[in-house]
């Protein structure tokens, strides 16, 4: 998985509750990311960090929160306003210089009970 | 609008055979191309990338051809293997820096 780590590999979410994923790198990178998949699907942008204490909205931000404190970690938190939570969670991260590619970690999916 | 799409959802393959994965892009911006490997339940990989300076670029097994006159990406798998089955999609880096992935294209090889 290229020194990315998401935890946990499952995760199961109760109505009204707000649960966080993690993603941890020791990349060095400087930008990371929050992609969400659905089954046949192409990845969504769901937020940003180019760089620490700094974020941006993807396209698809509503009902989810991040934060960056750290520059190698940056945690998603799905809030109960995400009405259709279900879904695999990608992060990813770059070293942030421009065009480069993205290296993935192995995901975290998402249930609702 | 602008996407990213990939012309055939499902490609079987024989084993020992080459595989040939298609991606069709509509943005003339885009300078950076990228295909990636992705299991069942795990993230994506990264298979090889090109700049929009290039045609074709070579690695282990694997051609990514470009051809920007008809804005058309093509991933070649020189003879398949069992371990090549996966979903194959394509990315493209438009102007703002932030990849656009296709759905994805999978591959079944068959033994």
């Known amino acids: 998985d290229g020194g990315i780590t998401q935890s946990p590999k499952y995760l199961f979410r109760k109505e009204g509750q707000n649960v966080t994923l993690s993603c941890e790198q020791n990349l060095n990178h400087d930008a990371m990311y929050w992609y969400r998949q659905d089954p046949g699907q192409g990845l969504r942008l769901i937020y940003y960090?180019?760089?620490?204490?700094?974020?941006q909205k993807g396209d698809i931000a509503e009902g989810y929160s991040v934060s960056r404190e750290k520059k190698e970690s940056f945690p998603l938190t799905v809030t109960s306003a995400q009405k259709n939570p279900t879904a695999f969670y990608l992060c990813?991260?770059?070293?942030?210089?421009?065009?480069?590619?993205?290296?993935f970690g192995s995901g975290t999916q998402l249930s609702v009970l | 609008g602008e996407n990213v799409g990939l012309h055939l959802p499902t490609l079987s393959v024989q084993e020992g055979d080459n595989s040939i994965i298609n991606c069709a892009y509509s943005?003339?911006?885009?300078?950076?191309f990228i295909w990636y490997k992705q299991e069942s339940g795990k993230g994506p990989q990264f298979i090889i990338d090109i700049r929009s300076n290039m045609d074709k670029r070579q690695g282990q097994r694997v051609t990514v051809l470009l051809n920007k006159t008809v804005k058309h990406l093509s991933l070649q798998i020189a003879a398949t293997q069992p371990g090549d089955s996966a979903v194959y999609f394509c990315a493209e880096m438009r102007g703002n820096n932030r990849l656009a992935f296709g759905k994805g294209n999978q591959v079944v090889v068959i033994p």
């Open positions: 943005n003339s911006a885009s300078d950076y």
């Open positions: 960090s180019q760089i620490v204490n700094d974020f």
């Open positions: 990813a991260s770059s070293p942030g210089q421009g065009s480069e590619a993205l290296f």
